[in-house]
């Protein structure tokens, strides 16, 4: 199963969550937006998630090595020996190997079939963290089988979406997917879990 896993705002923005200077392009200013949101709640749930067994994560070349810029550094947390042990793949057309950060693996040539015969292959469950273009090129193949969702309450109206207009293959347009699980914050974030109706539980 292959899994998104992302913070959105109400109107579907989820670029730059998590640091004012983390993606500006196109001029986005709200960088940092999900951190005043941050709560235990939504620490244990992504925390469970995290922890979960059979998982390797993918990741876009922008997030991987944002994140490989980061938590490699952080001490006395949870989640870095998590990600450290994690397999991570990670699909770039400019990267080169050896990459830097523990356990990863480069996917060469186009993301969307690389990623196919990764799922296809791999005993794993694959999560997707971030990686927008990513996600919306997975989207595009109808590869992506289930959504993990912190949706915030919030309006930033500008910035990069993860369902953008005319971005959808044919088979792909239409998506119909089932709520599987929701748990709320309390600082008003929903975290929603969907699943594309017809993949594998």
């Not at 057309?93 to 523990?102: A, C, D, G, K, Y």
């Not at 791999?122 to 919306?136: I, N, P, T, Y």
């Not at 969702?149 to 959808?168: E, K, N, Q, Y």
């Not at 914050?185 to 879990?193: D, F, S, W």
Request: aromatic share 8%.
């Amino acid at each position: 199963m292959l899994t998104v896993v992302g913070n959105l705002t109400l109107d579907g923005v989820m670029q730059a969550p998590g640091r004012c200077d983390e993606d500006e392009r196109d001029g986005f200013a709200h960088g940092g937006w999900a951190q005043p949101y941050s709560d235990p709640v939504m620490g244990r749930v992504m925390g469970e998630g995290m922890t979960a067994p059979n998982v390797s994560l993918l990741f876009g070349r922008r997030t991987y090595q944002d994140f490989a810029g980061f938590w490699p550094k952080q001490q006395d947390n949870p989640f870095t020996p998590v990600l450290d042990a994690r397999r991570k793949y990670v699909a770039s057309r400019t990267l080169t190997e050896p990459l830097p950060w523990n356990n990863s693996a480069l996917l060469h040539g186009d993301a969307a079939k690389s990623v196919a015969e990764l799922k296809a292959e791999s005993a794993d469950d694959l999560v997707v963290l971030g990686s927008g273009e990513l996600c919306r090129t997975l989207i595009r193949h109808d590869l992506v089988d289930q959504y993990v969702l912190s949706i915030h309450p919030l309006v930033l109206g500008s910035g990069r979406r993860l369902f953008t207009d005319g971005a959808f293959t044919d088979n792909a347009a239409f998506a119909r997917l089932r709520l599987v699980d929701s748990v709320p914050t309390t600082t008003g974030v929903l975290i929603a879990t969907y699943r594309r109706i017809g993949a594998d539980a």
